[in-house]
């Protein structure tokens, strides 16, 4: 059964940062694509990050490019989202994601709020 669990969510002022983590379990994790997605309230589900098991292919948002970085810890099965230089803007539910092929899987989310 495939697991997913984000942690690391919070408030923080603008300008501040926050790491997120996503906990994977249930599957191998190799040859897979791990993302991270976000929504805000009353918008769409939109791509942030995502980067390939292996460390490499990793792909931003044009909206978070140069503060966010994502990274993938092959022998936790965890992968990151470092958030700097938080905007209101990012204020949002984060979700991670899997991708196996045809098949994709989703954690709960965790809260980031940005406000001061």
């Known amino acids: 059964q495939v697991q997913l669990v984000e942690s690391g969510g919070g408030l923080v002022q603008p300008g501040g940062s926050l790491r997120l983590s996503c906990a994977a379990s249930?599957?191998?994790?190799?040859?897979?694509?791990m993302s991270w997605y976000r929504q805000a309230p009353g918008k769409e589900r939109e791509l942030v990050a995502s980067?390939?098991?292996?460390?490499?292919?990793?792909n931003y948002a044009d909206s978070v490019k140069g503060r966010f970085t994502i990274s993938i810890d092959n022998a936790k099965t965890t992968v990151y989202l470092q958030m700097n230089s938080l905007k209101p803007e990012d204020t949002a539910v984060y979700y991670c994601?899997?991708?196996?092929?045809?098949?994709?899987?989703w954690g709960q989310g965790t809260q980031v709020t940005v406000s001061s």
């Open positions: 980067v390939s098991s292996s460390g490499g292919n990793r």
């Open positions: 994601y899997v991708a196996r092929g045809l098949l994709g899987s």
């Open positions: 249930g599957f191998t994790f190799s040859s897979v694509v």
